[in-house]
């Protein structure tokens, strides 16, 4: 603490009145304005800034008691009195709604030399951080859907690693690390009982102290049954032919009725199909009616692997 030293002034102040000369006076005017400060054995009065986080992080009262110790000068004794105490700035501290400002106490000196000093831990508000990691990202969570045939066909870990690498946003790192592993999803599908389903996994990728994640999913499913493509196959239009009953009796066994049908489809249409009824129902119909007049109707069907078509062939048998 400054303490004004006067007794010089004082003396200046005294000499003065007893002179006439001018010069004396104006030396003696400049010694009562020359007051010289000299600094008490407290030491000048000192304060530290430090922000509320920092604060909070003093663990106990004689680490708070420390901080101000610290404000002192080398030479100061550390045995003084603090006024307010440390308890009550601590008190203070903790009970204050906002606990940002000055926190002040009188450090007091009472041995041989008795003197004082303010010391002030001034606490202000954190800084407003800005987070370096705010826009790293792996980007969104993404899916991919491919039938159980496709996922056979993959032939390494390679490739299904690639696989899952597609399913990232343009740009997101591809070095990144998988989890579950890229074998740990391989070995689950192979032992799997039923391997249809989701293989997730976490894909994550760092950048210095920032992490960020995204699921990766591939959903297998079963193969699809594709339609057959049936519009290159056609029996034609249905046919008719008449013929008495004298011209129906004269033809002469199964194949000749069996090539008698196979006239009636149109140009292109295979002969190897299948009829309903019959070739042997139809003659057989003929045979055994006491009126033999009327339709002999049978389907005939036509067969290219899945596809199929029917036409209907019908000889009608009338009076001669």
Known sequence: MKTKLLFLSIIGFLGSSCSVDPVEEEANFIDVNLLMEEEGCAGPDNAK?????????????DEVRKLY????????ARDGTFDPSIWEIIEAFNDAENPVGEYTTTYNLNGSCKDSVELTIIIVSDPISVDPCEDFSAGNNYSKTISYSEALAIESWDEV??????????????????DPSIWDLIYTFQDAEN??????????????ECIASVELTITVIADQQQEPNCENINA???????????????VPSWDEVRKLYLSLLAVGVPRD???DPAIWDLINAFNETNNPIGDYTTTYT????????????TIRVVPD
């Open 161 to 178: 690693r690639k696989l899952y690498l597609g399913l990232l946003e343009l740009g997101i790192s591809r070095d990144g690390d998988f």
């Open 195 to 208: 391997p249809l389903g989701d293989y997730t996994t976490t894909y994550t990728i760092t950048d210095g």
């Open 302 to 313: 036509i067969t290219n692997a899945e596809c199929t078509d029917s036409v209907e062939l």
């Open 49 to 61: 800034t430090i922000s509320l986080s920092e604060a909070n992080a003093i663990p106990s009262w």
């Open 236 to 250: 034609g239009p249905d046919n008719i032919r008449e013929m008495t009953v004298s011209e129906a009796s004269a």
């Open 69 to 76: 110790l610290s404000l002192l000068g080398p030479e100061v």
């Open 273 to 275: 199909g299948s009829f």
